[in-house]
């Protein structure tokens, strides 16, 4: 008798593929609601359904002194998820700071359609491609204006008399 489970992908395939969706999600939870709207409209998703409509709550951020003490409860967030189904059966989910209910929704649904081997390098090109571009940007900017800040401070060495 032959056992009726579907093939699953090999340890090392899906452990690469929940890698690369992490780094997806964390693409679009970074990004502006305006970003994620702009490259939302630029598709034309399948009807989906709401498994779970957006909804916003609170979150408790931790923190640690230094980056590596003891953890602490720096204070709450608010966050808004929202799980939607594709009409092809993929189950699609996000999470976002902020209350904007409508990117929780596109969000959730640009990663039902990365999920999909025909819609995947169009998500990951049209999409994910821009938004982290847009995203290394900032981070570059924000660095380069802070190292121009930065004072080197030197002691001169004093003689022994």
């Known amino acids: 008798m032959t056992d009726p489970t ?16 992490k780094a997806l999600m964390a ?3 970074a990004a502006t609601p305006e970003a994620v709207a702009e ?4 598709l034309t998703p399948p009807a989906y359904d709401l498994v779970r409509q957006p909804e916003t ?10 980056g590596t003490g003891s953890p602490f409860n720096l204070g709450e967030v608010t966050v808004t998820r929202c799980v939607v189904r594709l ?4 189950t699609g989910s996000a999470y976002s700071l ?17 999920q999909r081997d025909d819609m995947r390098e169009k998500v990951e090109t049209d999409i ?17 204006e802070t ?8 002691t001169m060495v004093r003689g022994d008399n």
């Open 87 to 90: 009409e092809t059966g993929e």
């Open 147 to 154: 190292e121009a800040t930065k004072v080197n401070f030197f």
């Open 57 to 66: 709550g609170l979150v408790m951020v931790r923190g640690r002194m230094g």
């Open 128 to 144: 994910i491609a821009p938004l982290k571009a847009t995203q290394e940007s900032a981070r570059d900017t924000v660095k380069r």
């Open 27 to 29: 693409t679009l939870a």
């Open 6 to 21: 579907p093939d699953l992908p090999a340890e090392g395939d899906l452990a690469a593929t929940q890698a690369t969706r």
């Open 98 to 114: 902020g209350r904007s209910k409508k990117k929780a929704l596109q969000s959730a649904v640009i990663d039902a359609l990365w």
């Open 39 to 42: 490259k939302f409209d630029a």
